[in-house]
């Protein structure tokens, strides 16, 4: 099955006019962004939590680059997965192509929402309405560069702690953010921040957002 349940809710976006592709996490668990998040420029965007399985996530965005729809790398993927019924599943693709999966022993409570060139999950949420509300807020936001499009991840984060957030409480952040066109080499990570462990996380990567310039 691989690792304990990472209780977590996730929102990703595509932005469309800066060509950003973006992903980010809260969890009860612990280095929530080592477990979780994927990300390929010009691919897409994966999210693999429940009980999760880091692997899933290199394994589904290998299909993407193959040329699969989101769909089909995730049923592709998980058709292998004996713990299939363990996991929770987004993907975003660069080109918009969206799709969820949540098995029937995710812990619960569980619950996804799809919002044009935005996605949100979320298991073990003290409130169901959290990954609806994420989303309408962020397709919401004006996002014209880096700096906004991470402000919007994060407020949209924490529209779902104020919910309620996770069963076990929040403790750990990530985000990352990536774009084919900063950096040369194949190295595609515009931002990657993390909060592995914290009794108050957003104020901790609020304040490592700030020395990077970005909040």
């Known amino acids: 099955m691989w690792g304990g349940n990472t209780t977590t809710y996730t929102i990703m976006l595509r932005a469309r006019e800066s060509g950003l592709l973006a992903v980010a996490s809260a969890s009860g668990g612990v280095g929530v962004g080592a477990k ?66 949540t098995g029937s022993r995710a812990p619960p409570l569980t619950s996804e929402y799809v919002d044009g060139n935005a996605i949100c999950i979320g298991n073990a949420l003290k409130d169901s309405s959290i990954p609806e509300e994420m989303c309408k807020y962020i397709t919401s936001q004006s996002i014209s560069n880096v700096k906004s499009l991470v402000k919007a991840l994060i407020n949209s984060l924490i529209i779902g702690h104020r919910l309620g957030g996770s069963r076990r409480g929040d403790k750990s952040i990530a985000i990352l953010v990536v774009d084919e066109t900063q950096c040369n080499g194949g190295y595609d990570r515009v931002v990657d921040v993390r909060v592995d462990y914290s009794s108050k996380p957003f104020n901790a990567v609020i304040k490592t957002l700030r020395l990077l310039n970005l909040w």
């Not at 997965?81 to 799709?99: C, I, M």
């Open 36 to 101: 979780v998040l994927w990300a390929r420029a010009g691919v897409g965007a994966v999210a693999v939590q429940a009980y999760a399985n880091p692997s899933l996530g290199v394994a589904i965005l290998e299909k993407l680059v193959m040329g699969m729809s989101s769909a089909d790398a995730v049923k592709t993927v998980l058709s292998g997965d004996a713990y299939r019924e363990y996991r929770q599943v987004a993907v975003l693709k660069a080109d918009g192509d969206a799709f969820t999966y």
